[in-house]
C-alpha cells in the first residue's frame, strides 16, 4: 500500500468516531438494546459498503487468519468481513455499557482460566504492574473488573497518547459524565512523567497501555533545524519489526522501555467477546516479572521482549479473529514492497 499506507493515527475509525458514538447513543437511551442493534445493521451495512480500505484491509486480514490457522492445524474456518465489522459495531454496545458501569463482572465479562488468580496477584506482591493491552477485543470492557467490590478495585491508569486523549474523553463524556478515569496524556515519558508512574507502581497501582500501535507521528519533516541553521535528521520511531500472523509488522517499544525503567511485572490484559456465549472473556497473562534492557545488544533483548508479546497477541487473534479491531495496514513495515499492496476488492 503507497497511497493508503498511513498511519493508524492518521485514518479515522468512522464507526467509532465521536459524532457516530453521539447518534447511537441517541438509539441506545430512547430505542434501548433492541432498538440500537436494530439500528446498527444499516449503518454497519453502509461502512461495510462505502469503507473500501477498512474492507479489503478485513479480507486481507482475516485471509491471513485463515492460512495460519491451516498451519497450525486449528479448525478450518472462513471468514466474513462484514461480521467482521458487525463484531466491531455490537463491541461498541460493549463500551456503552462499560463506560456507564453496567457490564458486570460474572455476569457479562468472566475470567476464563487462571486469569483471576493472576489479575489479582497484585495484593499479595510489594508493588505494581504494567497491563499490556491491545486492540484485539474491548478493552473498556476491563473496567467491570473493578467493580467487582470497593474491597477489591485495582486502581489503573491508562496511558494515552496525547493526540487521542482528548477525542477519548469528549466521548467518554458524551456517554456518561459520572464516568472517571485515570488518564495519563503524554508524547513522550519525560522526568516528570516517570516520576509519577514510578509513585503509581510504588503504591501498588497498574499501569495500562496498548502495545500494538505505534507511537503517533509528528506531521513535520522528517528533520529539524539547528540553532545554527544546519539540519539534523529526527530520531526514527522506537519500533520494533516483528514476525505476526506470517507476516512483518511494526510494534512499539515504549511500553518494554517503560517496564525496564520502572522494573515492574508486566502482564496482558485481554478481554473478548466470546460469540456463542455472548460473554466477554477476560484473559491475563503473565508476560515478563521484569524487563531487563542492556546497555549492549539493547535493540535486540527489546526484540526478543516485542516478540513474544506478538507471539501471544497473534495466539488469541487467531481464536477471535472478529475481535481484531486493528482497521489499519496493520502489516505494514518501512521495508513494505509493492508485492504486498493490498489488492482484495473485486
Known amino acids: 500500500m503507497t497511497e493508503n499506507n498511513n498511519h493508524w493515527s492518521e485514518s479515522s475509525e468512522k464507526v467509532g468516531g465521536y459524532y457516530g458514538i453521539r447518534l447511537m447513543l441517541l438509539f441506545y437511551d430512547y430505542g434501548g438494546k433492541v432498538?440500537?442493534?436494530?439500528?446498527?445493521?444499516?449503518?454497519?451495512?453502509?461502512?461495510?459498503?462505502?469503507?473500501?480500505?477498512?474492507?479489503?484491509?478485513?479480507?486481507?486480514?482475516?485471509?491471513?487468519?485463515?492460512i495460519i490457522r491451516e498451519k497450525y492445524n486449528l479448525p478450518k474456518e472462513h471468514y466474513s468481513s462484514y461480521r467482521h465489522f458487525m463484531a466491531f459495531g455490537t463491541m461498541l454496545i460493549d463500551k456503552i455499557n462499560a463506560w456507564r458501569g453496567s457490564l458486570r463482572l460474572y455476569q457479562d465479562?468472566?475470567?476464563?482460566?487462571?486469569?483471576?488468580?493472576?489479575?489479582?496477584?497484585?495484593?499479595n506482591e510489594p508493588r505494581g504492574k504494567i497491563l499490556l493491552c491491545s486492540h484485539l477485543g474491548n478493552i473498556d470492557a476491563l473496567r467491570a473488573v473493578g467493580l467487582v467490590s470497593e474491597k477489591r478495585a485495582?486502581?489503573?491508569?491508562?496511558v494515552f497518547f496525547t493526540k487521542n486523549a482528548q477525542n477519548f474523553n469528549n466521548?467518554?463524556?458524551?456517554?456518561?459524565?459520572?464516568?472517571?478515569?485515570?488518564?495519563?496524556?503524554?508524547?513522550?515519558i519525560g522526568?516528570?512523567?516517570?516520576?509519577?508512574?514510578?509513585?503509581?507502581?510504588?503504591?501498588?497501582?497498574?499501569?495500562a497501555i496498548v502495545g500494538d500501535r505505534t507511537p503517533v507521528r509528528d506531521k513535520s519533516c522528517n528533520?529539524?533545524?539547528?540553532?545554527?541553521?544546519?539540519?539534523?535528521?529526527?530520531?526514527?520511531?522506537?519500533?520494533?519489526?516483528?514476525d505476526f500472523m506470517g507476516r512483518k509488522a511494526n510494534l512499539p517499544q515504549g511500553a518494554f522501555i517503560l517496564a525496564a525503567?520502572?522494573?515492574?511485572?508486566?502482564?496482558?490484559?485481554?478481554?473478548?467477546?466470546?460469540?456463542?456465549?455472548g460473554k466477554i472473556d477476560i484473559y491475563c497473562k503473565d508476560l515478563?516479572?521484569?524487563?531487563?534492557?542492556?546497555?549492549?545488544?539493547?535493540?535486540?533483548?527489546?526484540?526478543?521482549?516485542?516478540?513474544?508479546?506478538?507471539?501471544?497477541?497473534?495466539?488469541?487473534?487467531?481464536?477471535?479473529?472478529?475481535q481484531w479491531f486493528n482497521f489499519f495496514d496493520f502489516f505494514s513495515t518501512k521495508e513494505t514492497t509493492d508485492k504486498d499492496k493490498i489488492k482484495i476488492d473485486r
Do not use: H, W
Open 109 to 123: 465479562a468472566i475470567f476464563m482460566e487462571d486469569s483471576e488468580e493472576r489479575f489479582f496477584s497484585y495484593e
Open 261 to 277: 525503567l520502572l522494573k515492574c511485572k508486566v502482564q496482558c490484559l485481554f478481554a473478548l467477546k466470546n460469540e456463542k456465549t
Open 288 to 322: 515478563f516479572d521484569e524487563v531487563r534492557l542492556p546497555r549492549k545488544n539493547k535493540e535486540e533483548a527489546l526484540k526478543t521482549y516485542v516478540q513474544k508479546y506478538a507471539q501471544l497477541l497473534e495466539y488469541y487473534a487467531l481464536r477471535y479473529p472478529y
Open 35 to 66: 432498538i440500537f442493534r436494530i439500528f446498527l445493521y444499516p449503518v454497519i451495512f453502509f461502512y461495510y459498503l462505502f469503507s473500501k480500505k477498512q474492507r479489503n484491509i478485513s479480507k486481507d486480514f482475516l485471509s491471513q487468519v485463515e
Open 171 to 188: 466521548i467518554l463524556k458524551a456517554v456518561s459524565k459520572s464516568a472517571e478515569l485515570n488518564i495519563i496524556a503524554t508524547d513522550t
Open 154 to 158: 485495582p486502581t489503573v491508569y491508562s
Open 191 to 207: 522526568p516528570d512523567t516517570a516520576i509519577r508512574l514510578s509513585e503509581i507502581i510504588d503504591s501498588k497501582g497498574m499501569i
Open 223 to 242: 528533520s529539524e533545524s539547528t540553532t545554527d541553521n544546519s539540519t539534523r535528521v529526527k530520531e526514527p520511531e522506537r519500533v520494533c519489526e516483528v
